[in-house]
């Protein structure tokens, strides 16, 4: 059992599904193997039709490394380690509903992350993913030559993002501001684990370059997340009940859609540790 598996590739940029699995059981080593090579070379994988109990969600996630808890919220009820990602009927707005990569404002964002839907709307509520390895690919030599080096002062405080988590804290009930988190990281990356090039700076949290002023870095930050909603760099994945999605948030970044109105959608995160980016 678990021994086996076929994919279809959503892309050729990104993203597969992964068929033959259940993720509820422990996956034989030969086969762990093979689907983090692929979750390497694919960015990002779906896994449809699971039962996951919270601890086996847990226990599957930390196959592929320590998991940490999300630094704004508890935790659903008994998990800190697992962050609900929750937009009520009345709510207008969703959350992380912006392009972005998890929690570079962290010394060491997240490698990764697995999402696993609970209750979904009957229509919308998709998550797109986008290849910054590609991205980072096919920038223009002078573009390349400009960013070489740079670096970027990431925050959690800035004001599109923080929206999208005030529906979230007001259910923990704590009127104190929110920490803020401020780091700085290369605005090209090498990965961890394949030695890859990437574009490895976000709409979601970089402020300005270090040592630019904002004013002075928008154009130049404009510039590059304009080419990295690129659709060929894109998947979409359209969630069913029971579907997991994992992808490497150190090459890939993820915007999900906020076009269900009216509708409860609830998924359970949990995020894997990751390292200093370089």
């Known amino acids: 059992m678990n021994d086996h598996f076929e994919i279809d590739h959503l892309t050729p940029a990104i993203g597969s599904e992964v068929r033959g699995l259940d993720l509820a059981r422990p996956l034989p080593p030969d086969t762990l193997n093979r689907v983090h090579a692929l979750w390497l070379e694919r960015k990002v994988l779906f896994f449809r039709d699971q039962r996951l109990t919270p601890d086996q969600q847990l226990a599957f996630t930390r196959q592929f490394g320590e998991v940490e808890k999300y630094p704004f919220l508890p935790g659903i009820d008994g998990y800190p380690l697992i962050a609900p990602v929750l937009k009520l009927p009345h709510e207008r707005v969703n959350f992380g509903g912006l392009w972005h990569s998890d929690t570079t404002y962290l010394e060491t964002p997240a490698a990764g992350s697995t999402l696993y839907a609970i209750e979904l709307p009957p229509l919308g509520g998709d998550t797109l993913f986008a290849n910054m390895v590609l991205a980072y690919e096919t920038l223009p030599d002078d573009l390349k030559e400009t960013i070489a080096g740079l670096k970027a002062v990431n925050s959690s405080a800035k004001a599109d993002v923080t929206k999208t988590r005030e529906d979230r804290l007001k259910d923990v009930g704590d009127r104190t501001p929110p920490q803020e ?98």
């Open 181 to 278: 988190f401020t780091s700085i990281h290369p605005v090209v990356r090498t990965h961890p684990e394949t030695g890859e090039q990437l574009l490895y700076v976000n709409e979601g949290h970089a402020v300005r370059f270090e040592g630019w002023s904002e004013q002075d870095s928008l154009q130049l930050l404009e510039a590059l997340y304009k080419h990295q909603r690129k659709p060929e760099f894109q998947c979409r994945f359209r969630w069913s009940p029971g579907a997991l999605a994992m992808w490497d948030n150190r090459a890939c970044q993820h915007y999900p859609v906020n076009d269900y109105h009216g509708h409860r959608r609830l998924l359970h995160r949990v995020t894997l540790r990751g390292d200093r980016p370089f």
